[in-house]
């Protein structure tokens, strides 16, 4: 068994070895993509429901809005905010495998152990933490660790890096160690497009993917409706889902396991067709 191609997902061994879609639920009144917001009971519960039956693996909630600048959020509201959308998710679709984007230790802990939340998806890769580590290593639950210059708030003033990709692959490098000291072995890398990086260095940044596969770890993409498509192209997030596919495309190619999309449909379409192409349901080779 290729473990670098399967999660330990609750006992449940997730198959990673065709490239798999996690779709976005918000639960912000803020977040950068205004239809992905969503706070009415029947939204939410819409939501989760549009999501599997488009067919994503994986359900990602968030209730920490982490676009640039965007305003901070309390440990209390945030869990507030979760324990009100994973109770109408859970009822929705109690068999959904769901990960929880939050950066706090004492969040991932109550999701996972009072709502069985499945995965952490951690955009800080335990930067703004220091309990993280310890606590998803203890829950024995898949993390998804990311790369980010900086916080939410500050993290497109002026990035700068010595040399992006080694500075990057040094982060990951030191952080999967010390994960593995603490006997946490469930790792997913996500890059971190748009998180403290330029337009340019997104794009240098995908140009160089296949280069993660060195990790011998799952690497998840979040690109979906960015920056980094509309500022380029000239248009909004609304008007970003023909570039989101155009990215999915080539990070596919280039070994992405996980695609973290708001628009599910079209990325398990990708994926399909990506796969045809490749000759093999296995694309990462």
């Known amino acids: 068994m290729d473990i670098a191609k399967y999660l330990n997902v609750n006992g449940r061994l997730l198959d990673l070895s065709t490239p798999r879609v996690m779709g976005i639920l918000n639960l912000t009144p803020d977040s950068f993509y205004a239809p992905s917001r969503m ?25 920490y809005s982490s676009r640039p600048g965007a ?20 009822n929705a679709v109690p068999e ?15 999701c996972v152990e009072e709502y069985g939340v499945d995965i952490i998806n951690d955009i800080s890769a335990g930067e703004l933490d220091k309990d993280m580590f310890s606590t ?58 748009g998180f403290g990086k330029t337009l340019e260095q997104n794009y240098e940044l995908m140009a160089h993917l296949e280069e993660f596969s060195v990790f011998e770890l799952p ?20 008007d970003a889902l023909n570039g989101t596919t155009v990215l999915h495309t080539i990070a596919l190619q280039k070994g992405a396991s996980i695609l973290r999309v708001h628009d599910v449909r079209p990325a398990v379409e990708a994926i399909r067709i990506v796969s045809q192409l490749m000759g093999s349901t296995d694309i990462n080779h």
């Open 39 to 63: 706070e009415a009971d029947d939204a939410i519960a819409a939501r989760a429901r549009q999501i599997v039956e488009e067919g994503a693996a994986i359900i990602d909630v968030g209730a």
């Open 96 to 110: 959904a495998i769901l990960s929880v984007d939050t950066f706090r230790a004492d969040v991932a802990r109550m």
């Open 219 to 238: 690497v998840l993409v979040g690109v979906s409706r960015k920056s980094m498509i509309y500022r380029l192209l000239g248009c909004g997030p609304e």
């Open 136 to 193: 998803v290593a203890a829950l024995h639950v898949p993390y998804i660790l990311m790369h980010m210059q900086g916080r939410p708030q500050n993290m497109q003033r002026a990035p700068r890096y010595d040399n992006l990709l080694k500075d990057i692959f040094l982060y990951f490098a030191r952080k999967v160690r010390q994960l593995r000291d603490l006997g946490a072995y469930d790792l997913v890398l996500d890059p971190g497009f």
């Open 71 to 90: 305003a901070d959020v309390s440990v209390e509201e945030e869990m507030a905010r979760l324990r009100r959308g994973l109770s109408i998710v859970r």
